[in-house]
């Protein structure tokens, strides 16, 4: 398929916040982890992912042509994000600080806002390209 602008402009943002979110949690987890009340671990290992997804979803929005399974599997990674985020607050998993919870609930938020504007991107695209 090719994709819309608007996919382009959605994927491109998904890149930036995952970009930044990569250097936030990589580089300074050890000092977030005691003002999020959060494992440290799970701070550095969310940004090294974070490293990689950003680098693909920012090469996927240069593309001319995409397979639409790929940009399915973005949106779905996205949303499955966006309700294990939800699941971490309430798991009892973790106890995080109320900075903490806003964090990890604003992240969640702005992972389902992307996984939405990338659905409505996809349907505005147009072409179909073999997988």
Excluded at 25 to 51: D, K, Q, W
Excluded at 115 to 127: D, H, K, P, V
């Amino acid at each position: 398929m090719i994709p819309s602008l608007f996919l382009r402009r959605a994927l491109q943002a998904d890149t930036v916040f995952s970009g930044a979110g990569a250097v936030i949690f990589s580089l300074g987890a050890g000092e977030l982890a005691p003002l999020f009340n959060l494992p440290e671990a799970l701070l550095r290992e969310t940004g090294l992912f974070l490293i990689a997804y950003a680098a693909v979803v920012g090469w996927m929005s240069t593309r001319q042509s995409l397979p639409r399974i790929l940009v399915a599997v973005v949106i779905a990674g996205n949303a499955a994000w966006t309700l294990a985020s939800i699941a971490l607050l309430f798991s009892g998993a973790v106890s995080p600080s109320l900075l903490g919870e806003a964090a990890v609930a604003g992240q969640a938020i702005a992972t389902g806002t992307l996984a939405e504007l990338q659905y409505i991107g996809l349907r505005r695209s147009s072409g179909m390209v073999a997988a």
